[in-house]
C-alpha cells in the first residue's frame, strides 16, 4: 500500500521536525527512468527477490508525493552508463532544479573526455550534490580521467553520493577497494556511501572513522526487504550511534518496493533515540547543504 502523507506526518511531529532532508531520491529524463524501471522489473532473477516500483507515477505526481511527506529538501540522482551521457542529464537536471526549487540541484560524471570541464561547468552552474554510480557506469572511480573532477570537489566540498557497495548485484569496481584507494588521494572528499555501502557495511563503516568528511546515507539500509539478502551486522548498530552527525536519510524514491514511511520505521526501530533520528532525518542534511 502507498504511503500516506499522515504516517510521514506522525513521524515527523513526534520528533518535531519541520521536515525531511532526503538526499537519495531519483528523477531523470522520462526516457532513462523508463529503463531504470525496466531494470527493477527483471532485477528478481539477479537477485532472487521481486522488486515492484511502488511509486510509479509521473514526474509531476511524485514531487508532489515528496512535498506531502514533509521533505523539503531532495535530490535528482541521475548518473550515465556510457560516454556522452553525463553532460546531457546535467542539463536536464539543472532545468529540473530551476523549476523544483527544493530539490537540490545535481550532476554527474563519466571517465571520459572532457568530463572536467563539464563538471566544472555544472559547479559554476550551481550544483550542490553529484551522483556518482561505480555498478551501473562499470568504471573505477580512480580512473586516471576522473582525477581533476575529483580535486574540484575536494576543493569546493561538494558532496558526491556515490554506490560503491555491492549491492544488489557486484560490479567490476564496487567494493571497499577502490574507494580505500580514492581517500588515501583525496582525504577530503565529501564522499556519501550511497546505501551504507550495502552489502560491505563494517569496511565503509572503517572509511567513515577513518576520513571525517565520509558520509553514509541509509536509502533502503535496515528494511525488511534489504534485510533478507543483506542484514545489516547486529553488532555494528553502536557504530551508527558513534557516527550520528554524519548519517544522511536517503529513500530511493520512487524506486522502492514499499511504502516510503517504512524506511523511517526502519531507522526508528534501531532504537538510537529521538536525537540521533532527529539528526538523522533533518538536520545533518539540513547542515551539509546549508539549508537554514
Known amino acids: 500500500m502507498p504511503a500516506t502523507a499522515e504516517a510521514v506526518r506522525a513521524f515527523r511531529e513526534r520528533l518535531g521536525l519541520p521536515g525531511l532532508v532526503d538526499v537519495h531520491t531519483h528523477f531523470m529524463p522520462e526516457r532513462v527512468l523508463d529503463k531504470v524501471w525496466d531494470y527493477f522489473d527483471a532485477v528478481g532473477p539477479l537477485t532472487g527477490v521481486e522488486w515492484p516500483i511502488t511509486y510509479r507515477h509521473e514526474e509531476e505526481q511524485r514531487v508532489a508525493l515528496l512535498r506531502e511527506f514533509g521533505v523539503r529538501a531532495f535530490t535528482a540522482m541521475?548518473?550515465?552508463?556510457?560516454?556522452?551521457?553525463?553532460?546531457?542529464?546535467?542539463?536536464?537536471?539543472?532545468?529540473?532544479?530551476?523549476?523544483?526549487?527544493?530539490?537540490?540541484?545535481?550532476?554527474?560524471?563519466?571517465?571520459?573526455?572532457?568530463?572536467?570541464?563539464?563538471?566544472?561547468?555544472?559547479?559554476?552552474?550551481?550544483a550542490r550534490v553529484f551522483k556518482?554510480?561505480?555498478?551501473?557506469?562499470?568504471?573505477?572511480?580512480?580512473?586516471?580521467?576522473?582525477?581533476?573532477?575529483?580535486?574540484?570537489?575536494?576543493?569546493?566540498?561538494?558532496?558526491?553520493?556515490?554506490?560503491?557497495?555491492s549491492g544488489p548485484v557486484p560490479g567490476k569496481y564496487t567494493g571497499p577497494e577502490p574507494i580505500a584507494r580514492l581517500l588515501a588521494r583525496h582525504p577530503r572528499l565529501p564522499l556519501i556511501i550511497a546505501h551504507m555501502g550495502m552489502p560491505e557495511y563494517a569496511d565503509f563503516l572503517d572509511l567513515a572513522d577513518r576520513y571525517?568528511?565520509?558520509?553514509?546515507?541509509?536509502?533502503?539500509?535496515?528494511?525488511?526487504?534489504?534485510?533478507?539478502?543483506?542484514?545489516?551486522?547486529?553488532?555494528?548498530?553502536?557504530?551508527?550511534?558513534?557516527?550520528?552527525?554524519?548519517?544522511?536519510?536517503?529513500?530511493?524514491?520512487?524506486?522502492?518496493?514499499?511504502?516510503?514511511?517504512?524506511?523511517?520505521?526502519?531507522?526508528?526501530r534501531l532504537g538510537l533515540g529521538d536525537d540521533w533520528l532527529r539528526a538523522v532525518c533533518h538536520d545533518n542534511g539540513a547542515r551539509l547543504f546549508r539549508l537554514d
Not at 542484514?231 to 520512487?254: E, K, N, S, Y
Request: glycine letters at 10%.
Open 78 to 126: 541521475l548518473y550515465p552508463h556510457k560516454p556522452a551521457m553525463a553532460a546531457w542529464l546535467n542539463s536536464w537536471a539543472a532545468d529540473f532544479a530551476a523549476r523544483t526549487p527544493d530539490c537540490l540541484h545535481t550532476a554527474t560524471f563519466f571517465p571520459e573526455e572532457g568530463v572536467g570541464d563539464y563538471t566544472r561547468q555544472a559547479v559554476e552552474a550551481g
Open 132 to 165: 556518482a554510480h561505480l555498478q551501473v557506469g562499470g568504471y573505477d572511480p580512480n580512473d586516471d580521467r576522473l582525477a581533476p573532477v575529483w580535486g574540484l570537489l575536494a576543493e569546493a566540498g561538494i558532496p558526491v553520493v556515490i554506490h560503491c557497495g
Open 212 to 268: 571525517a568528511e565520509v558520509r553514509l546515507d541509509t536509502t533502503m539500509a535496515f528494511t525488511d526487504f534489504s534485510e533478507q539478502f543483506s542484514g545489516f551486522p547486529p553488532g555494528d548498530v553502536g557504530r551508527l550511534a558513534d557516527l550520528g552527525d554524519r548519517i544522511l536519510l536517503g529513500t530511493d524514491f520512487p524506486n522502492i518496493p514499499y511504502p516510503y514511511e517504512h524506511q523511517l520505521e526502519a531507522l526508528e
